[in-house]
């Protein structure tokens, strides 16, 4: 009943969506899977009309269809649940449900409270959801809330004539085991009324409740198995796609690191929220991989060791003495740089140039009484410009205006040329083409050469294992278990997943 | 064209249009004599509009600065008789440390800059209402001569305010460009963020920019007492909207990082061209602060940079 003909999509400098085609039948529950960056959000955007495809067709019940918002799709019954839950917290359940419906409930502009309850309550038995409507969002657990989200996407069930089709991003990543076991009950009840699209990273979940499954890669649907067809593993390979490369990850270059040397050491380290008692020790040369799935409290650990919160027990050495009270004026003072996994936000001064943007974490040494040398800021990042072979027209260029790779390689000669030799980077290589993850990979190998110790949050599992010396797998926000990468000896994906999941 | 590319250029293309158009309909007004009486007489309120760039340039405001000239022209007024030339240093001081205040309570206790520098600002004309026992004072004219009546002497034709004028902005200007100061200041109007995850004292950096703006209002308000001789809690109000439009108008936008104290002067000179045509074309007093406040609006309408701010209230 709904569609999907040859869709594209395109942004600046990505080809988001090639070609896809994509189907939903009545009753049935689609599952959507592939890696980060894969497609798949992309994809749902345009099924909830957030997005107007550049290219194909857009189907229900073979008429074409085109959506200019999202409330446009919901009149023709495609709602969207969302990850981040779209609730306004400081509004009741029953308003919420009904925010931006509450016409059908107003006389002159004042809306009858009454009758709105009881509509909610409606939509809350479908869900079984045994709630006053009059409660405050903010009140309710997360998977209370998950439930009173669905409710409000099945009003759509009176709003609109035919069938529904309801995304579900996500929903299981907050939810408990029994938690999860009464929401797939739930959908597989509703299937009586909408179709239900189910994205999630959990492949055992998605392959426990969905009908048909879509593996996503690379902007492209890869591969669609129906029911029982294969096991988690094959659709594991189809996301992945190809045979990892060894000289991709620049295996051959790694070598082993200095274990004589700690340069950073994390002991019983917990912080406010679910992290709790993380030990590690980076050593010179080493490349250390926080593994785990999102949320699970890699990157509050980078941000820790690099000042930007404070734990709230254990302690912390920096090359062998204590860094309390860390900064990241501190941290960038005792030799810590780090790559954030916002480039745009929190990499690069946009507005500003690469010779500025360059010697932005050592103003200092290039200035004297607050006087800044510029000439030497210029030959600083021509040099630097050479060395990396930045793409940019001059070391007077717009940041702003260069690539992502290229600004990436700004981020990364800002902390080499000061002389950073603890490095954290997080996700270094996040929405870089091949060729400029390539670069970074090259990067990455020299500056383990040069004895600079590295903790790295990848942005694949097989990034991870290609890259690091060692692996810690983090789960809710513990180390679980700890692997040495050496090469010829490296853990395979599934022994990762294994403890991530 | 491309309005984007355009932009930058705009302030000093409409000073030449502005500059040409009254001088086609005022054929006085194009006389040397008259431009730099002018541009003399604009001078307090460039050096406001000075101060109140750098609290611009890091995407906060200072509103603060009209109150804060109204203060100095009471300490410099009840202070000059005992204190002599060293009351300038008194003036700049409490302008530097007020402006501190409004730093500190905007980056360590978050409240924004708007409101900061606004209860600042209460608490500014609240002590100039105390100094002044609310009444208007005047300097001793003898002694005002003899300590600063350089400032509003000329050296042949011209004004020196505005050698003051320049001296002001050649230090804004180096401080902008050439220091560590400047550079971090317009890191973090760019990008804070990313200024914070460099490592860069974000928090010490702001706190600055308000104490100069602070320090520069100050500034203002002594060169004012001086030229009137005197001072009162609320001489020199109607200056905060014109320094804020010459600012903006400029092409220092409220959301920061591009623009600086070179477009100020331009703004400032926009400023004085539409204030000396509102004369001319009689336009009264009362009404000169509603064109500033359209031409405040237009102002920042075109110069908001939407791609930093999503949402606005």
């Known amino acids: 009943m709904y569609e999907l003909k040859n869709i594209d999509k395109k942004f600046p400098g990505v080809h988001a969506l090639k070609s896809v085609d994509f189907q939903v039948k009545r009753g049935e529950i689609v599952g959507l899977v592939g890696e980060n960056g894969a497609g798949k959000s992309t994809l749902m955007k345009v099924i909830y009309g957030a997005y107007q495809p550049d290219g194909g067709q857009v189907l229900i019940d073979g008429k074409t269809v085109r959506f200019a918002d999202p409330r446009a799709a919901m009149e023709q019954g495609i709602g969207m649940v969302f990850q981040e839950q779209s609730l306004i917290t400081n509004l009741s359940v029953m308003e919420n449900i009904f925010l931006g419906y509450e016409a059908q409930f107003a006389r002159f502009g004042v809306i009858h409270w009454k009758s709105m309850a009881q509509a909610a309550k409606k939509q809350l038995a479908k869900v079984k959801l045994d709630i006053d409507p009059a409660t405050v969002t903010a009140d309710l657990s997360f998977a209370q809330r998950q439930l009173v989200e669905l409710a409000k996407v099945l009003t759509l069930q ?180 780090y790559v954030p996994r916002e480039r745009k936000i929190e990499g690069i001064v946009g507005g500003m140039t690469v010779y500025e943007n360059m010697t932005l974490s050592q103003m200092g040494r290039h200035s004297s009484a607050g006087v800044l040398r510029i000439a030497g800021e210029r030959a600083l990042a021509k040099e630097w410009i050479a060395k990396l072979s930045i793409k940019a027209s001059s070391e007077v260029a717009d940041c ?76 809710d926000g513990a180390i679980q278990k700890r692997f040495d990468c050496n090469v010829g000896a490296k853990p395979s994906l599934f022994d990762l997943l294994h403890y991530m999941i | 064209m491309d309005f984007q590319r355009f932009k930058p250029h705009l302030p000093w293309i409409t000073l030449l249009v502005l500059v040409a158009a009254v001088g086609i309909v005022d054929d006085t007004f194009l006389r040397p004599a008259n431009l730099l009486s002018l541009a003399g007489d604009i001078v307090p309120l460039f050096i406001m509009a000075l101060g109140l760039t750098f609290a611009i340039y890091i995407g906060g405001i200072d509103l603060s600065a009209q109150s804060m000239a109204n203060l100095i022209t009471v300490v410099a007024s009840v202070y000059l008789a005992p204190l002599g030339g060293w009351v300038a240093l008194l003036c700049v001081l409490v302008g530097f440390g007020m402006g501190t205040i409004s730093g500190y309570v905007t980056t360590k206790l978050l409240v924004p800059s708007f409101i900061s520098t606004l209860a600042v600002g209460g608490v500014a004309f609240s002590l100039a209402q105390y100094l002044s026992g609310q009444r208007a004072l005047n300097m001793d004219a003898a002694q005002r001569d003899s300590v600063f009546g350089w400032m509003i002497a000329k050296t042949g034709i011209v004004p020196n305010e505005l050698f003051i004028a320049a001296g002001l902005l050649a230090i804004t200007l180096f401080i902008e460009r050439r220091t560590t100061l400047g550079r971090a200041l317009k890191a973090v109007g760019a990008g804070e963020p990313a200024a914070a995850a460099s490592g860069i004292n974000v928090a010490r950096f702001k706190i600055l920019a308000f104490a100069i703006s602070g320090a520069l209002a100050a500034a203002a308000g002594l060169l004012f007492a001086v030229k009137l001789s005197g001072g009162a809690p609320t001489i020199a109000n109607g200056f905060l909207l014109p320094a804020i439009v010459a600012v903006l108008v400029g092409g220092t936008p409220l959301t920061g990082g591009v623009g600086g104290v070179l477009n100020t002067a331009i703004g400032t000179l926009i400023v004085a061209v539409i204030r000396s045509s509102m004369l001319y074309f009689n336009i009264q007093a009362t009404q000169q602060q509603m064109v500033f406040g359209l031409v405040l609006i237009a102002a920042i309408a075109l110069t908001i940079d939407r791609a930093k701010l999503r949402i606005v209230k």
Request: glycine share 8%.
């Open chain 1, 158 to 337: 009176e709003r609109v004539k035919g069938n529904l089709v309801i995304l579900l991003d996500e929903p299981t990543s907050v939810l408990a085991k029994e938690e999860v076991a009464l929401l797939f009950k739930l959908v597989r009840e509703l299937t009586t009324r909408a179709s239900f699209i189910f994205v999630s990273h959990r492949i055992d979940e998605v392959m426990e409740l969905c009908d048909r499954i879509y593996v996503m890669k690379d902007g492209a649907v890869v591969d669609v198995v129906d029911r029982g067809q294969k096991t988690v593993e094959q659709i594991q390979h189809k996301m992945v796609g190809r045979n990892v490369d060894k000289q991709y990850y620049r295996e051959p270059r790694q070598k082993p690191f200095d274990a004589s040397t700690v340069l950073m050491k994390l002991e019983n380290i917990d912080l406010v929220g679910r992290v709790k008692d993380i030990s590690l020790t980076l050593h010179a040369g080493e490349v250390l991989c926080l593994v785990g799935t999102e949320g699970s409290g890699r990157e509050a650990i980078l941000r820790t060791m690099y000042g930007m919160r404070s734990p709230t027990r254990g302690t912390m050495t920096i090359k062998g003495k204590p860094a309390q009270a860390l900064s990241p004026q501190s941290a960038v003072a005792r030799g810590l740089g």
């Open chain 1, 400 to 475: 702003a205006n260069l690539s992502g790779g290229n600004q990436q390689k700004v981020v990364l000669a800002k902390w080499r040329s000061g002389g950073s030799d603890i490095m954290l980077l997080d996700h270094p290589t996040r929405g870089l083409d091949i060729g400029a993850k390539e670069d970074v990979y090259d990067m990455i190998r020299d500056m383990s050469d040069a004895g600079v110790g590295i903790l790295l949050v990848a942005d694949t599992l097989e990034e991870a294992i290609g890259l690091s010396h060692t692996i810690l797998v983090i789960k």
